[in-house]
């Protein structure tokens, strides 16, 4: 067996592992009865365990090594012994002690953060928050040694691989200085039109459930692979021939479930898109978080937002609950669902003020990583930013620096990603529409076929064959920038084009 | 660390990826669309191998050499010790190329046998059996070697750890005698009494849902603790804090689903009744089949098929299902649930029918080990032992020697487990009741407290501590035997008593 193949048989179970991994945690927030949390943790944490000793051999190295001499590697071949190398680098980067305390520290910050933020109280989390960081520096920077990185890269090279703060900055600096100059317009053009009525509901579960299926069909997602259910926290999970999707049902408001559902179907289409003669090997996997967060907007922001499918989407919407009267006309559903309103809270904010969240928590993290920010001055710089970004400012530290689970759960370096997928999928739905006319109309009679048909080998067949600035490159003629994204923006909310 | 410690940890993780693995098949068989299978099968594949390079880890040997001279070992270490080297024992006694081959064969055979079954074609499955049975005859040789048994006690251990043929010829035989004789003297006592009236569906599903949790929650189980689902196959899966049952519904007849609900959660107290202590410990698993099977037919067969039962339960099914008439008479539906039917099927059979069909399959399975009988052969002999042992001959294969999945998956030293679990569930329940007065007319109330208060020091809590010899001579003062199971059936069958 030459060192490639035996390098592919051993990410193959290691990958595996992982899979398994993933449908226990998906069963762990779907399915599981409460009594089940501390056999699921054990088990989770056996797979982990076993997975990193496999990925920590020695012989991996020297397989990889081997390998790099062997013949008869095409662009896939290669490819996919970069990605071993990474993810090899990443996984033998940190001392394994230090997984272990970071793992325990987190775990032990994310309960306290669960009574800290109900309860407003930033100071009872504190001393976690501090352990956490701590930790989370000193792994920042042996991966930064390991790989050749800045420490806050080296974290970010988790998510986003290939992915660099000096670009993110000069990308988010520039949105920084447009994005208050545009909410103040699109405000003002906003104000200028009717207020949108609101829907009579209520709206019963059951039925909610039968519209979210309906449409997830029309967009491509097929249900002998995968599945539509409920959490507390929707998230798409599974693997990529068994992808489950999860929302939540609010009876006095369907909308933003729905598209919530729609959003993880764009997840979801993206991991059944990825080449199936890859599947288990590193190459075979999603490029990275940028992308992927690419595709649930895309196919939540561009698409279904969009007038085009809103004229689809209505009648079956006002079917779906019975409704009738000016509420349900598809000009009334559009506007409800472009409304821009500045918000306390990034998980409820609309596509123009999201961005500015994202940019004070890439802001605040890069400075918190570099010794430039410690917590003890956090929820002040968080009111800073706020003031600055959006205008408004936080009654209390719930609405303001303990409202994402991310840094006390230890997922630092994570944030940008939301914003550059916000970016890269404006750039990738102008590209596909350019390249073909029949996009939108598609949209509009509720056939996807061809915007998949063009996404399918742009995007969702390369898997990670090509970084996603060669992919960006590749499928759009441009590398990532926030031209398209802003040109979106302009068209739906300044001039109420689509 | 102490050899012991050692040990501890490292059957802690291999049992901790078991666990894994259990959840992923109930998920498989539960909620998996049909397009996730192959990821499945490779995810289930990477745990198996993963766990048995574990298991075969040469060091284990050694531990377990060195924690036998260890001090301080009470009676559960010293239990935990024995069952590690079981598990250590069954592990390295087969090779991997074996296992591997039986594996492809199983899932071959098995996917044949899928189509030979309801086409009656036992001649389509007929080479792809053979090849089972040579390797797993091999099996048994190899297991034989290693554990000092004969080839059918040996793959009987698996399932049965202590179990022995040369004891259950014993009991089988005098059974064997006494049922034919039995089964004409029920029927003639049934002919006497009233014809039970039909209930008069339908059943909505989720009327017997409701009905079948409110049933579960009376005798004991824990919804917090585990869950009720529906699948094609009813069975008990998940782990001891996360047991999950399954059923499925026939609008037409809810009696059948509803023991079977009451079935499955007799393997499911048996499970959440395993001490906590011990989780993930050898010694702390469930003692073997028979006395699993006897927990699920204790509380179906002994408990609330019993005359006491009904009384409770019959209202709450009229209620559940509005009905109304004669029919719902408690004495009607015991009439119902007691009737006396021989069968060709095994899983349709009655109690008193049952051990015939395993007694069958029993001495079939063993004269195959021995190399007495041929897959050639099988339906001539299956169809003479359903004459002597019921006095009825099955029309086709289908009815006959391919109604089971068992010896087609190489689940072969199963069969006897079931009735045995039937004489330990009646002799356990005469222990019971005569220990405690209150039992049966706690039944009658809808509490089972005063029978779980017996079971769970005499049974569950026990998990591996003892043999299940040992455990039935400590519960019920004797060795398990036929005679309690015989004076059950001649109570409830002759005397209409219970």
Not at 65 to 75: F, I, S, Y
Not at 111 to 117: E, G, P, S
Not at 279 to 285: F, H, I, K, T
Request: proline share 7%; glycine share 8%; hydrophobic share 40%.
């Amino acid at each position: 067996m030459t060192a490639y193949r035996e390098l592919e048989t051993r990410f193959r179970r290691v990958n595996a592992l992982g899979e398994a991994a993933g449908v226990l945690s998906w069963d762990m927030s779907v399915m599981m009865p409460p009594g089940g949390a501390e056999a699921r943790a054990e088990q989770l944490a056996a797979l982990k365990v076993t997975a990193h000793a496999l990925m920590t051999d020695p012989q991996i190295g020297e397989l990889l090594d081997r390998a790099r001499g062997e013949d008869g590697h095409d662009a896939w071949r290669q490819a996919n012994l970069r990605e071993m190398r990474r993810a090899w680098l990443h996984a033998n980067a940190v001392p394994s002690d230090l997984v272990e305390a970071l793992s325990k520290a987190c775990s032990t910050c994310e309960m306290v953060w669960r009574k800290a933020r109900p309860a407003s109280n930033y100071a009872l989390v504190l001393p976690s928050f501090k352990e956490v960081l701590t930790l989370i520096r000193r792994k920042a920077e042996a991966k930064a040694a390991a790989l050749g990185l800045s420490p806050y890269d080296a974290l970010l090279d988790q998510y986003e691989p290939g992915g660099r703060s000096a670009r993110i900055d000069e990308m988010f600096d520039a949105l920084a200085e447009f994005l208050p100059v545009f909410l103040k317009q699109a405000l003002e053009a906003q104000a200028r039109r009717h207020e949108p009525l609101p829907l009579p509901g209520p709206f019963p579960a059951d039925k909610q459930r039968a519209l979210g299926r309906r449409l997830m069909q029309a967009i491509g997602f097929d249900f002998t692979h995968g599945r539509l259910d409920e959490s507390a926290h929707p998230f798409t999970g599974g693997v990529p021939d068994d992808v489950r999707i999860t929302t939540r049902y609010d009876e006095a408001d369907f909308t933003r479930g729905l598209m919530g559902v729609l959003h993880e179907t764009g997840h979801a289409l993206y991991e059944r898109g990825l080449p199936p003669a890859w599947r288990l090997q590193p190459v075979g996997e999603a490029r990275g978080m940028v992308l992927h967060e690419s595709q649930s907007l895309l196919m939540e922001m561009q698409a279904c937002r969009s007038r085009a499918f809103v004229d689809y989407a209505a009648p079956l919407m006002r079917e779906a609950f019975g409704g009738s009267g000016p509420a349900w006309d598809p000009r009334n559903i559009h506007r409800l669902y472009t409304r821009v309103v500045p918000d306390l809270i990034r998980v409820d904010a609309d596509e123009v003020t999201y961005p500015a969240h994202v940019i004070l928590r890439y802001r605040l993290e890069k400075a918190m990583i570099a010794g430039e920010l410690e917590p003890d001055d956090l929820p002040g710089a968080w009111n800073d930013g706020m003031k600055a970004l959006l205008g408004i400012v936080p009654p209390d530290d719930r609405q303001g620096c303990l409202q994402d689970i991310h840094w006390y759960d230890g997922a630092w370096g994570y944030f940008p990603t939301y914003t550059l997928g916000a970016l890269a999928a404006a750039q990738l739905f102008a590209a596909a529409t350019r390249a073909d006319g029949d996009i939108v109309p598609g949209i509009r009679r509720g056939d996807f076929g061809p915007l998949l048909t063009w996404l399918k080998p742009h995007v969702h067949g390369r898997a990670s064959l090509m970084t996603t600035d060669e992919l960006m490159a590749e499928a759009t003629g441009e590398p990532l920038s926030d031209k398209a994204f802003r040109a979106h923006l302009e068209a739906r909310y300044l001039d109420g084009d689509g």
